[in-house]
Each structure stands twice: as C-alpha cells, then as structure tokens.
Nanobody
C-alpha cells in the first residue's frame, strides 16, 4: 500500500519561505494525484493545492494563490509545496494525500478530504516573529 511521508516543516518569520516534501514509500507515486491540505488548531482540515498524476494540471485555494507552488518529481517519488511570502495565518499542520487516478484534468473535488487516501502523518508549519 502507498505510504506518504511529509517533511520540511518548521518555524519561520512572516514573509519567509519553506518547501514541504511529500515522499512516497513502498509504492511509486506514478498514477496518483496528490493534494496538500492543512489543519490549524480548532479548525477543519482544508485543501491547499492539488497536482495531477503527470503534473500537467495544478490548482490552488485562493488564500495561497500566487504564493505557493506545487510540483512533482515522479523519478524521485516526491511532490513538493514551495511556500513563499508566508503569513501567520498559514500556521497549521500540513498533510499530503493521494488519489489513484490517471486523469490529466481535475475531475473530482480537489479539496474534498473524502476524495483522497492514503494520507501522510503531517508536518508542522509555524509562522511567527
């Protein structure tokens, strides 16, 4: 079964940058679309970004559009989330999740948590001065 492991979280000041990684183990990421989600304390998990199997389509939630970039390197079995111009409201645990699909278009609710599985364990991102 596909297993996902996130890394790259940490504490940065507002305006700073982080790059999160979502690495697959046991199986290849080939054939899986990947979504990034986040969950702040006391809030529901929300979708941040999604990338299709071959990386030809991406989508972002409006609050991160223009600041975050999702990408993937299937040869390295890794999906990345480059986060720039970070704000305190970006503070959350960030999760990646997989959806088995060969589609080049996003024909599912990209930010619906019920549309993905399996999930990684999460990595903490804290934006504070």
């Amino acid at each position: 079964q596909l297993q996902l492991v996130e890394s790259g979280g940490g504490l940065v000041q507002p305006g700073g940058s982080l790059r999160l990684s979502c690495a697959a183990s046991v199986l290849s990421l080939d054939g899986y679309a990947i979504g990034w989600f986040r969950q702040a304390p006391g809030k529901e998990r929300e979708g941040v970004s999604c990338i299709t199997t071959r990386g030809d389509t991406t989508i972002y939630t409006s609050s991160v559009q223009g600041r975050f970039t999702i990408s993937r390197d299937n040869a390295k079995n890794t999906v990345y989330l480059q986060m720039n111009s970070l704000k305190p409201e970006d503070t959350a645990v960030y999760y990646c999740a997989a959806r088995y699909t060969s589609s080049s278009i996003i024909n599912w609710g990209p930010f619906g948590v019920q549309n993905y599985g399996p999930w990684g364990q999460g990595t903490q991102v804290t934006i504070s001065s």
